[in-house]
Nanobody
Framework: QVQLVESGGGLVQAGGSLRLSCAAS??????LGWFRQASGKEREFVAS????????DYADSVKGRFTASRDPAKNTMYLQMNSLKPEDTAVYYC?????????????WGQGTQVTVSL
């Protein structure tokens, strides 16, 4: 059974940093991605880390501020978020992503709330 559990969200002031974690279990080697959904908006792609190569992909809105990585030994993916802005406020989710795309598939985690205040 696939399980994706996000953690690390919280309240931070603009300009601050947070690190999110996504602990994965029950799945084979997979490309994993981060998506976010702000209140009243559609869920959007944030970043992904390819399964074997570690190649990363970022949305333009977070490029240069966010860094996605994964630790295969812990089967965990991370999202280091720096220089946070109020517009980064959203629930952040991890999910599997079709390799070479930004298309999610399968089970979603429960999400972790990130709130950035002025």
């Amino acid at each position: 059974q696939v399980q994706l559990v996000e953690s690390g969200g919280g309240l931070v002031q603009a300009g601050g940093s947070l690190r999110l974690s996504c602990a994965a279990s029950g799945l084979t080697v997979s490309t994993l991605g981060w998506f976010r959904q702000a209140s009243g908006k559609e869920r959007e792609f944030v970043a992904s880390v390819w399964a074997t190569s570690g190649i990363t992909d970022y949305a333009d809105s977070v490029k240069g501020r966010f860094t996605a990585s994964r630790d295969p030994a812990k089967n965990t993916m991370y999202l280091q978020m720096n220089s946070l802005k109020p517009e980064d406020t959203a629930v952040y989710y991890c999910v599997r992503v079709l390799p070479g795309t930004r298309n999610p598939y399968g089970h979603w985690g429960q999400g972790t709330q990130v709130t950035v205040s002025l």
